[in-house]
């Protein structure tokens, strides 16, 4: 099973900060990455997948990188309602793996 | 609007059965590939099963294999998790998933449930 490695797993910032939370897989996973969203009491949502590519209605301060092993979620411009956990998913293969999430919040 | 209903949660006891269900709309059902993925509590996510369009193929991690059953009805657009010899450790929000159409995107949940919870304890 392809295991997924995210970090850190809780972060602070401030309104209009910058932030990144990083993915790592234990094996090339070919930018078959997704990154969801989950505010307290909601079910996910998801933000990026293949990477770097937005879903539709997404607030463009989110963007995705990375390759190989290493993938990362940027927010610039941290907003009031980016307040959430994330979470990482390998979509390469089955058994489909999530990261263990990153909780952050506003500082 | 797509929508994606869960019922059927409840306390069960260790060792018993459960089944959940999911009731769709605003798309069509029978051209998607659906999931459930479930959350213990404060904790992260864990991939539970899939089922192609058809029913013909269903997926599963080796946590819940020969204990869970994922199938659908198309006529009916639901999906459904027949839980069998349940473990304290099954207790979670088990979320029903719609996994997004596309080659690059086929591996991907583009929307999710409310989530159903299953409290299995004695």
């Known amino acids: 099973d392809i295991q997924m490695t995210q970090s850190p797993a809780s972060l602070s910032a401030s309104l209009g900060e910058t932030v990144s939370i990083e993915c790592l897989a234990s094996?090339?996973?070919?930018?078959?990455l997704a990154w969801y969203q989950q505010k307290s009491g909601k079910s996910p949502q998801l933000l990026i997948y293949?990477?770097?590519r937005l879903q539709d209605g997404v607030p463009s301060r989110f963007s995705g990188s990375g390759s190989g092993t290493r993938y990362s979620l940027k927010i610039s411009g941290m907003q009031p309602e980016d307040e959430a956990d994330y979470f990482c998913?390998?979509?390469?293969?089955?058994?489909?793996?999530f990261g263990s999430g990153t909780k952050l919040e506003i500082k | 609007e797509v929508q994606l209903v869960e019922s059927g949660g409840g306390l069960v006891q260790p060792g018993r059965s459960l089944k959940l269900s999911c009731a769709a709309s605003?798309?069509?059902?029978?051209?998607?590939?659906m999931a459930w993925v479930r959350q213990a509590p404060k904790k992260g996510l864990e991939w539970v099963a899939t089922i192609s369009t058809s029913g013909s193929r269903t997926y599963y991690p080796d946590s819940v294999k020969g204990r869970f059953t994922i199938s659908r009805d198309n006529a009916k657009s639901s999906l459904y998790l027949q839980m069998n010899s349940l473990k304290s450790e099954d207790t979670a929000t088990y979320y029903c998933?719609?996994?997004?159409?596309?080659?690059?995107?086929?591996?991907?949940?583009?929307?999710w449930g409310q989530g159903a919870s299953v409290t299995v304890s004695s």
């Open positions: 094996e090339g996973i070919s930018n078959d």
């Open positions: 998933a719609r996994h997004a159409s596309g080659v690059v995107t086929r591996y991907v949940m583009d929307a």
């Open positions: 293949a990477a770097s």
């Open positions: 605003g798309f069509t059902f029978s051209n998607y590939y």
């Open positions: 998913q390998q979509s390469y293969k089955y058994p489909l793996t």
